[in-house]
Every structure is written in structure tokens, then in C-alpha cells.
């Protein structure tokens, strides 16, 4: 039975097994997705995108706080995301527990209006090799199990990033593990053997498991030394974060990733402060980033993250070869089932009525959360 206002959609329906012409009814859940012979052509409706690696956009980011939590989550809705879990960096310790503390507020506040849903925090360091940080500042830590036990108890962690190598990571794994969080494996210089040891433990666990941004800050793939790289591609639970921006995976490695990892490639934007503002000058973890092209960097010239959205990260996956179900399937069905997410990531009725329409060439056109529209004009 409909609960308060209703919204009717029509244009081509977009699953897993294709699309079909067809008709969305909803309000803050889908009441109904029915076959439509005659909907319009030129529109497509796809569950709403769910990025599980963002730390900021449109001037805010997750280490500042609630209000830039709010920030980007409001610039990555206009861009099709409806889903987003915020990102630290790797920073003192009582930065990284304030940010989560930032998350918290976010979430009990109700979310954040006019944005994409919060429905908890990915903690991307500082349990991390200092050998291969990538971006991140020097501030990592060894995950004792009293650190795991603090950041646990902010009651936000969906997902958490760290190397196997650093003393304590398997028991910490196992914690985050049994705790219900995704365990992405990045930031790191170990080999082939302890990745595939540790994936193996997690899975015996229960534990969901994930390749953060694979092949970013860890070793490649040859044949004698398969790394990190080809551990986790060659297991067959683990899901694997690509950053598709056409700067940090090159094509040939993205379709690597798709044929060994089929129905687990995750589109992720690993966006900074900077993504949605253009090219100029901004921060990442108190470093100066340049943006230039669309390309941001530490003085270094080391990557800074991306200023990557996902509608863009879901066009650069058409435009690699991958059908538009399947680049659907890797911006939302894929990344809402790596992090328990079951109410979302698909068109079904009785889900969450998160849902992003596209036009022909894959423009944003309308966005809602919740069955509520995103007001789309303020986009950068």
C-alpha cells in the first residue's frame, strides 16, 4: 500500500539482465517497477550509484566534520550518488576518531537533506604500510586491538583499509571481521602469500573482503611475483575498488580486473576536497594538491585522490566496453552488497527507492533519495 506521495517514472529499466522498457512507482520505497512497452526511449533509470570510497567533493571532506560530510554528500548526489560512505585519511589519532565522531552526528541527525544517504564511514588508514602510503600523510599506526576497539565503538565502520604486513593486521582484520566490516586490503607492501593467507582467515570468519583501489599504493602483477594484485584478483570472494578516472588504472588493467573478477569490480571515486570546483589549488590531509586537467596532485606529482564523480566513473566504464547493466551492476548492485547494504543497489520492489535517470548519453537528469528529489541545479 502507498504511504504519503508517489512518483511515477517511466523510461527503460536497467537490471542485471538488461533493459526493458518500463514504469518505477514510488515513494520513499519502490511500490511497483512493471514492464511498459512504449516508454520513452531516451531516458534510463538505474538504481542510485553507492560509492564506498569518497573522502570529499565540492569544497568539503570527510575530516573536516559534519558540515563537510553534508558538502559532499550534496555535490555527489547531483552526480548520481545516492549512497556514499565517507572517507579519512590517514591522520592522528584523534583526528581520525573525530571525523568518525562527524559521521555519527551525520547519521543521527537524520542524514543529510538534499544529499546521498550516510549510512556509515570507511576508515582508510591509518592502519597502513608507511612504505606505501600513496597520498596519505605519515601519521599511520599499528591496529592494536584496543585502537580497533575505539574506532568500533563510534558504531560507523562499514569499511576499514589496512595491510596485512603491519604488526597486528590479521587479529585486527579478524575484529573488523566479526564486527560486521568490509576488509579492504591497500596500502600496502606485502607479497602474494600473507594477502592470500589473510583473505582465506577472513572468509573462514564471515567476513566480507575488498581490494581497495586495485593496483593504487600496492605492487603489480608478474609471473613469479603475483603481489597483492594477483592475490586478490585471483580469489573468488573478494571484491576489488577500481578508481576509473582514466588516470589510475589504464584500460588494458581495468578489463583485466573485469574478466578475473566478474560481478565484483566496484566503481569507487576516491574524490578529494576538490572534486566538482574545476582546476585550481587545494588540500589532501593538510597537503597542497594541484588540480590540472582534471588531474590532482601532491607536489610530487604523486596522485591525490581524483576529482572523479560516478556518473562520469559509470560513462568511462561504457565507454571501456562494458554494457550499461554491467557498468550499472559495478556502480551500485556490487558496492551495496560489499557492505551489507540489502535494501539498496536495485530496482525491486519494497528496496529503497534511490534511483538516478540518465539520457542517452548518460547525463544526469534526476536523482532521488529516499523517493526524494535532489535538486540538481547547483551542480559544478
Known amino acids: 500500500m502507498s504511504r504519503g506521495p508517489q512518483t511515477v ?70 552526480h548520481g550518488t545516492t549512497t556514499l560512505l565517507p572517507t579519512t585519511i590517514t591522520a592522528p589519532w584523534e583526528q581520525v576518531l573525530a571525523a568518525l565522531r562527524g559521521v555519527r552526528e551525520v547519521m543521527n541527525a537524520g542524514g543529510v537533506p538534499g544529499g ?32 580497533v576497539a575505539e574506532v568500533l565503538a563510534t558504531d560507523t565502520l562499514r569499511a576499514v583499509t589496512l595491510a596485512p604486513e603491519v604488526p597486528g593486521g590479521r587479529e585486527a582484520a579478524l575484529a573488523f571481521a566479526r564486527a560486521g566490516v568490509r576488509v579492504g586490503i591497500g596500502h600496502t607492501r606485502a607479497d602474494a602469500d600473507p594477502v592470500t593467507a589473510l583473505l582465506e582467515a577472513l572468509h573462514a570468519a564471515g567476513g566480507r573482503t575488498c581490494a581497495t583501489h586495485l593496483f593504487n599504493a600496492m605492487g603489480g602483477i608478474e609471473g613469479r611475483v603475483p603481489g597483492p594484485a594477483g592475490a586478490l584478483l585471483a580469489d573468488s570472494h573478494a571484491c576489488a575498488e577500481v578508481i576509473l578516472d582514466g588516470l589510475h588504472v589504464h584500460p588494458t588493467v581495468f578489463r583485466l580486473a573485469r574478466a578475473a573478477a566478474q560481478g565484483r569490480v566496484l566503481l569507487v571515486t576516491d574524490a578529494m576536497r576538490a572534486a566538482g570546483l574545476g582546476d585550481g589549488e587545494s588540500e589532501l590531509g593538510g597537503q597542497p594538491v594541484t588540480v590540472r586537467g582534471g588531474r590532482a596532485t601532491l607536489a610530487d606529482g604523486t596522485l591525490a585522490g581524483s576529482v572523479l564523480t560516478m556518473d562520469q566513473a559509470l560513462r568511462n566504464a561504457v565507454a571501456a566496453g562494458v554494457p550499461l547493466p554491467g557498468a550499472s551492476v559495478m556502480a551500485s548492485t556490487a558496492p551495496a552488497a560489499s557492505v551489507g547494504l540489502k535494501d539498496r543497489g536495485r530496482l525491486e520492489v519494497g528496496l529503497r527507492a ?25 551542480r559544478a
Open 116 to 147: 546521498a544517504d550516510v549510512p556509515g564511514a570507511h576508515l582508510e588508514g591509518p592502519f597502513i604500510s608507511p612504505g606505501r602510503l600513496g597520498a596519505q600523510p605519515p601519521h599511520t599506526l599499528e591496529p592494536t586491538l584496543g585502537r
Open 354 to 378: 534511490d534511483v538516478v535517470v540518465l539520457d542517452r548519453a548518460l547525463q544526469v537528469r534526476a536523482v532521488y533519495v529516499a523517493g526524494r528529489p535532489v535538486e540538481l541545479t547547483a
Open 9 to 78: 517514472l517511466r523510461g527503460q529499466l536497467v537490471g542485471p539482465g538488461g533493459v526493458v522498457p518500463g514504469e518505477l512507482r514510488f515513494g520513499e520505497r519502490l511500490e511497483a517497477v512493471t514492464p511498459l512497452e512504449g516508454a520513452p526511449d531516451d531516458l534510463y533509470l538505474l538504481p542510485g550509484f553507492v560509492d564506498t570510497h569518497v573522502h570529499g567533493g565540492g569544497g568539503g571532506d570527510t575530516m573536516d566534520g559534519p558540515g563537510g560530510i553534508r558538502t559532499l554528500a550534496r555535490l555527489h548526489a547531483r
